[in-house]
């Protein structure tokens, strides 16, 4: 009875100690799956985020595209806009470089105009340089060059030149140097401050245009770096991930391995017991069914090895029981 009930015992332990061990290597195949799928998940949403910042770029660059003929007929609207400042730029210097001609003409004239003399003014007899002689001479009227007058012959028109130098003192200027006349070119052609030319213009209107494009190459430029940026923080974590699953399979594989040891020397250690028990049972078997049988004390005395034996084996699996079961699982 006692034979039959330790050889149910020796083959149900190993079957319970393999069923153990299935379970958790189901457990630790379960963990394994469970973060293969979060890896995958993290390598799709990298992927949608770069999928995304590639439509952003190329939408960017659709935008672009689609301004241009915004652009060009702003340009041509500022070009012809240009067109007529120019055109009334030449006009208000037209119109200034006249209003300054009409003054230079009417300080010339102011300077230079003789002294128109009094009308009725008698001169009595009169005789000109160039020794004509007229006898009670009256003056009628004076223009800018020229003297009317009337005498006793009738009436004349003289010359201010011709006048004696007497008549030229006394009623004629003195001709003056005159004031510094400027070159009616450089008047027509000198522009106000206030207005550009067309070159300027032009100048101006390049140089927004290459404020412009820096800024779009620097907006590309920025999105390219922040892509570069997202993509080097996504291979860091994959490489993180990587080792930190490297690690954990490494201290998984130390911990199996120990678990396989522990396993391993309990089986030896509870092979051999079983033996022993074999070997005691098949003795106590002997004694019981032979003609010669020892007294029951000898008989005790004789399967007491037996017992320390098994009692030795007994604390040796328990001991390494106490190991296997300190072992902590390694996670992740």
Known sequence: MKSRQFLRASFFVPVLLVACESQEMKSLLE????????????????QKATQKLDSEEKELEEVS?????????VESRESMLAE???????????????????????????KFTPRSIPNGTNLGDLTLVNGSAYKG?????????????????????????????TIKAQFVFAPVEPAVIPNPRDVISRKPVSIKSAAEYVADQQRATNDQ??????????????????????????????KADAEYR???????????????????IESQISSVERQKAEMEYANNLGTVRLARADFIKKLKPFDIKIQELNAQVADLRVKR??????TN
Request: zero cysteines; glycine letters at 4%; a negative charge.
């Open 325 to 330: 079961s300190n072992l902590v699982m390694p």
């Open 84 to 110: 007529i400042r120019d055109l009334i730029s030449g006009l208000a210097e037209m119109e200034s470089s006249m209003l300054e001609k009409a003054g230079l003409i009417e300080s010339y004239k102011s």
């Open 213 to 242: 494009e820096r800024a779009r190459r620097e907006l590309i430029a920025k999105g390219e770096e922040e892509r570069a940026e997202n993509l080097r923080k996504a291979e860091e974590r994959k490489n993180e991930r990587d």
């Open 31 to 46: 963990r394994q799956d469970y973060f293969e799928r979060q890896i995958t998940i993290y390598e799709e949403r990298v």
């Open 250 to 268: 490494i201290r998984l594989d130390a911990y199996m391995k120990e678990v396989n040891v522990l396993d391993t020397q309990i089986s030896a």
């Open 65 to 73: 595209v689609r301004a241009q003929p915004a652009v060009k007929s």
């Open 137 to 165: 001479v009256v003056v009628k009227d004076s223009t800018a060059t020229h003297l009317n007058i009337g005498h006793s012959g009738g009436f004349s028109q003289i010359p201010y030149f011709e006048l004696p130098d």
